[in-house]
């Protein structure tokens, strides 16, 4: 299976591999347009900050692409942020995708929300044999707020979108990767969606 985590100015991506070869996928780590065109899942992880991570996918031509594909594709912490309309977070217009916002946590939050915590109203593929209220693990500053393409949220101080949906886009705030073994199993949902099916 050709798997493509999309390079970018982000941390994190060597996670998402290592899992990736746990279950016996070989992501191919990338930022060449065309690679990620043809692969049959694209995956968008990351961890960092949203405006220099939206000026480089807008340097090579990747804002554009992502929105265009029509594979399964899978955005997981900044790349869920990545996908919603804006980020708080240097006043950044991001890839719209889903049809919400991302905020920063009140100031008098502890931030980041660090750790484990639960997911609940969980629905749609990625879930399949996911027990309600499990828990994943979190590591951000930045939210999005919940709205009809939510497939999970969280509470933390105030409820927010742990997991949207749209169509052939799929993104979770949590990280599947380092969530043990049911991180693991929400990957592999994630690798068994076919083209066209979502």
């Known amino acids: 299976m050709a798997v493509a985590v999309?390079?970018?100015?982000a941390g994190n991506i060597?996670?998402?591999?290592?899992a990736l070869e746990r279950l016996g996928v070989r992501g191919t780590v990338t930022d060449d347009p065309e690679t990620i065109r043809k692969a049959e899942k694209v995956i968008?992880?990351?961890?960092?900050?949203?405006?220099?991570?939206?000026?480089?996918l807008r340097s090579r031509g990747l804002d554009t692409l992502i929105r265009?594909?029509?594979?399964?594709?899978?955005g997981i912490c900044l790349g869920l942020q990545l996908m919603c309309r804006r980020?708080?977070?240097g006043d950044t217009d991001c890839l719209g995708i889903f049809d919400t916002d991302v905020t920063l946590f009140p100031a008098e939050d502890k931030v980041p929300h660090m750790g484990w915590n639960t997911v609940t109203q969980l629905r749609g593929p990625l879930f399949e044999g996911i027990p309600e209220a499990s828990?994943?693990?979190?590591?951000?500053?930045?939210?999005?707020?919940?709205?009809?393409?939510?497939?999970?949220?969280?509470?933390?101080?105030?409820?927010?979108a742990s997991a949207l949906q749209k169509d052939n886009f799929f993104a979770l705030q949590f990280h599947p990767e380092k969530s043990g073994e049911l991180g693991q199993r929400i990957l592999k949902n994630f690798l068994m969606l076919e083209k066209g099916a979502v």
């Open 68 to 74: 265009s594909l029509e594979q399964p594709v899978l």
């Open 87 to 89: 980020s708080e977070e």
């Open 135 to 160: 828990f994943m693990y979190f590591v951000h500053s930045y939210a999005a707020a919940r709205c009809s393409q939510s497939t999970a949220q969280t509470d933390y101080i105030r409820p927010f």
């Open 14 to 18: 060597r996670s998402v591999t290592i």
């Open 6 to 9: 999309i390079k970018y100015n």
């Open 44 to 56: 968008f992880p990351g961890v960092g900050e949203a405006s220099s991570a939206m000026a480089y």
